[in-house]
């Protein structure tokens, strides 16, 4: 069977970008068995015979009316597919959906009837958002880091901004490549219109939401950009845990390091 990939490098490049971070998921430890997902806003590299495609799927729906999202396209990854397979056959664990006139249900259209992800109402609120405030933004991430999950499991670090400033002063990189830090989003049933909400408020003001004792979720410019991200913030969540098993609580940047760089990188916060 012929991919859609196929003579179409510009939408290769970027569900072979899905694919390699998909793999780094998968090398960090991020990505037990199906854990995470990836969609990516297609829709400016679909061309006319794209469009004329039939669906593959009968008519789903995504439990939300999202306006902006009409007649846009998105690579999705599959619901119960893992990363580590994702990485090596995208178009097999993950598919291709057209969101239909009504905005409120798509159908699959290619290369196979792959259901996706369980977080679509989370991504595709999250796009639609960033549709309506122009953002140029095309790629939204969840996946399971392991320190930062972790650091959720205490109440402390709950509380607003005291994580996104604990992990800014840990080494300057992470406000420098997370400049609107870590919100917060406390424990809400995974793939639910919920969380979905509850994701978009919060990414009003954070670059990376964390979703309490489950994971993170990330948006980008790409794919590559939002991974980045969440790695940089994952180093932080490292180097304080390293600390803190030396057996010392980290001193962190102070104050006045911390106001200099913000000035220097020209940073909002
Ligand atoms: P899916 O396999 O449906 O993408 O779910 C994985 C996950 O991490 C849910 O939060
Ligand atoms: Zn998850």
Known sequence: MKSILENR????KEVNKVAEVAGYLWQKGWAERNGGNITINITDLIDDEIRQLAPISEVKQIGATLPYLKG??????????RMRDLARWPMEHGSVIRILDDCASYVI??????????ELPSHLSVHNDLIRKGSPYKASLHTHPIELIAMSHNPEFLKKDILTNLLWSMIPETKAFCPRGLGIIPYKL???????????????????????KHGVFAIGP????AFD???TLSKS????INSRNMGFEPKGMSDEQMKELTLVFHLPK
């Open 9 to 12: 490098p510009a939408l290769a």
């Open 72 to 81: 846009c396209y998105f690579f999705c990854k599959g619901t119960n597919k």
């Open 109 to 118: 259209i290619a290369d196979n009837a792959v259901q996706p992800t369980s």
């Open 190 to 212: 995974p793939g639910s219109v919920e969380l979905a909400d509850a994701t978009l408020k919060e990414l009003n003001e954070y670059d990376v939401v964390m979703w309490e």
């Open 222 to 225: 790409d794919v590559m950009e």
């Open 229 to 231: 991200m969440v790695d």
């Open 237 to 240: 969540a490292q180097i304080y």
